[in-house]
């Protein structure tokens, strides 16, 4: 077999397709390994570089790879499609990532330690343990109102209303017993958050770059350190902008014949860092409607006398984002005069 310059490998559970080429760009291999055979076949093979999709399980692999010699890329799934051949299957797939790492211009995503993972793993736990939780105070709220208890808005506000659903007499004993339960599970979720968000709060003060960006306006303890969690490699961004495209809050590009024309911001990227980035800039913005806010931004000030609120959070998170990943790639600390 001709020596190998690239292969790519599609995973899966149990099965891992594998498509290599030599130097002449021509495929060399095609074969399919289970699991337990993997990481002993790559033993035998010299070193070369090895391409997988970022999926999960990807950067276990990739790091398991890359103790063996190879060199190991991730490609994110939405850059490899357009290298697929018609038709789905393993061996499209593996020969799509091998075709698409050959690209010059191609991107790749930086392999996670895992250490990273457990952070990541905390971040998504607390996420996890709050979308529960208000899972289930709107189902306390729906049951209480079938029987005229009402609350005001607020998280702080379900005790109460539990307390009141378990003593009202007029309730019958079946629905009383249940809101005990209810009340019960909700007791729970409230002393697992807490827990949850004390180590991510240690995590954060342990981290000197997540303080640094604690002091950006918008930014709270748990923004910075999901913004340190998800961009392990700031570098890989050659601009703020591009940063801010990766979160998706750069606007839609439809522009043809010299004509340009802009749309919403495009919503790619991770879900999670750019809505939480919003309500930040949400919290903000509403600070300084009503003059609560410390020494307001000019640029915000005049920007809300032009622009509705929304818009105008899109535009402070695209702002912070870029200021975030300014501080990121060169380690200096936020001054409120120069922004």
């Not at 808005?153 to 809101?179: C, H, N, Y």
């Not at 410390?294 to 200021?323: F, Y």
């Amino acid at each position: 077999m001709e020596k190998l310059i690239r292969i790519g490998m599609d995973t899966s559970k149990q099965f891992f397709q594998l498509h290599g080429v030599a130097a002449a760009e021509q495929p060399v291999l095609r074969r399919q390994l289970r699991r337990r055979e993997l990481l002993p076949f790559f033993k035998r093979l010299e070193p070369t570089l090895i391409v997988l999709e970022a999926c999960g399980g990807s950067h276990y692999w990739a790091r398991e790879l890359a103790g063996l010699g190879h060199a190991v890329k991730l490609i994110a799934p939405q850059r490899v499609k357009p290298y697929v051949p018609r038709g789905k299957n393993d061996a499209a797939d593996a020969a799509g990532l091998c075709e698409a790492a050959s690209r010059p211009t191609m991107r790749y995503v930086p392999v996670k330690t895992a250490e990273q993972q457990a952070a990541l793993m905390l971040a998504g736990v607390r996420d996890r343990l709050v979308r529960n939780r208000a899972q289930l105070a709107n189902t306390i709220r729906g049951y209480a109102a079938e029987f005229g208890l009402v609350a005001a808005k607020g998280m702080a506000r379900i005790e109460g209303l539990l307390s009141s659903a378990q003593t009202d007499e007029t309730l019958p004993v079946l629905a009383r017993e249940l809101f005990t339960g209810l009340g019960r599970e909700y007791a729970r979720l409230d002393t697992e958050l807490v827990a949850i968000e004390a180590k991510l709060l240690a995590w954060h003060r342990a981290s000197d770059l997540s303080r640094r960006l604690a002091a950006i306006p918008t930014i709270g303890p748990v923004i910075a350190s999901l913004l340190v969690m998800k961009t392990p490699d700031p570098h890989a961004f050659g601009s703020g902008r591009q940063f801010a495209a990766w979160l998706g809050l750069t606007p839609k590009d439809h522009s043809t014949a010299g004509k340009q024309k802009l749309g919403a911001i495009t919503r790619a990227g991770d879900e999670t860092l750019r809505s939480l980035l919003v309500v930040g800039a949400t919290a903000v913005i509403w600070q300084t409607r009503r003059g609560k806010g410390r020494n307001p931004s000019p640029w915000l000030v005049e920007l809300l006398k032009r622009k509705p609120p929304k818009l105008a959070a899109v535009a402070l998170a695209n702002k912070t984002a870029r200021i975030a990943w300014k501080l990121m790639a060169t380690g200096e600390t936020y001054k409120q005069a120069a922004a």
